[in-house]
């Protein structure tokens, strides 16, 4: 049903535009993992910056209003799911089980070229208390007082 609603934005996450190209959700989009982790001062996966993340996430078609769905690898998908909740987007779920579950559900796959969404005009507002250092993680490791409540909600489709 959301697939309906004009606001919903499918977006794989992956690299090889060969495995999109084989089949994906319809209306789907391709947002490369390379273009949302980068290598950075000697350490890998890094945020790139703002200007870079609007440039990629809005050539998908990603707008300030809308409803992105995500799926891919679960590190492809999770690592796109927490750039936009640090890009401070409001409206971003993940597909549980990716394409093997939408497949097995009975799901169509469209089969053809990446498409080229028209750019949409995506305001970051980003939330930097969402990313933490490794010393940040290593300081409150036996801290009694670090909860999943200070972590933010994740959303899952069913």
Do not use: C, M
Not at 133 to 141: F, G, N, P, Q, Y
């Amino acid at each position: 049903a959301a697939l309906k609603d004009r606001a919903t934005v499918v977006i794989a996450v992956g690299n090889r535009d060969d495995e999109f190209i084989a089949g994906h959700v319809p209306g789907a989009r391709l947002v490369r993992y390379f273009e949302i982790a980068v290598d950075a001062n000697g350490l890998s996966s890094e945020l790139p910056s703002v200007d870079q993340l609007r440039a990629v996430l809005s050539a998908a078609g990603i707008s300030d209003k809308s409803k992105v769905v995500i799926y891919g690898t679960p590190i492809a998908a999770t690592r796109l799911f927490f750039t936009l909740d640090y890009f401070g987007h409001p409206n971003v779920k993940v597909l549980n089980g990716g394409l093997n579950a939408w497949r097995a559900n009975g799901g169509k796959i469209e089969i053809g070229p990446l498409p080229k969404p028209p750019a949409a005009a995506l305001t970051p507002k980003p939330q930097p208390d969402r990313v933490v250092s490794a010393d940040w993680i290593k300081e409150r490791l036996s801290s009694p007082t670090l909860r999943h409540a200070q972590l933010a909600p994740v959303t899952i489709i069913r």
